[in-house]
């Protein structure tokens, strides 16, 4: 019983050894991202109804139908996506 432990033990010491590695995340975009403003790149807000996006922001370009639960999904819009939950806005990304 004693070796079998040993075989286990010696690839989990020499894992352990190893140099760790991590993603980095580059903050420098989201700094950059135009203001969401008439100055910058107006889109709609947290909270926003379908039907208010529509009004102010007009039809997307493409809507793609809502998955999971709570049901998610996402217009694209010119310069942005815009993703709801249900029929409210969850928020708006820059399309890069």
């Given amino acids: 019983m004693r070796g079998i432990r040993g075989l286990f033990l010696v690839p989990l010491l020499a894992a352990a ?3 760790a590695h991590a993603d ?3 903050m420098e ?3 950059t991202e135009p203001p ?3 100055s910058g790149l107006p889109r709609p807000a947290r909270g926003m109804s379908k ?3 529509v009004e102010l922001f ?5 809507r793609i139908p809502a998955v999971g639960y709570p049901p998610i999904s996402r217009w694209i ?3 942005y996506t815009v993703y709801f939950e249900d029929q409210h806005t969850i928020t708006a990304v820059i399309t890069r």
């Fill in 58 to 62: 007009g039809e997307p370009a493409e």
């Fill in 17 to 19: 050894m190893l140099p």
């Fill in 77 to 79: 819009y010119d310069g």
């Fill in 29 to 31: 975009g989201i700094a």
């Fill in 36 to 38: 969401n403003s008439a």
């Fill in 24 to 26: 980095v995340l580059l």
């Fill in 51 to 53: 039907d208010r996006v």
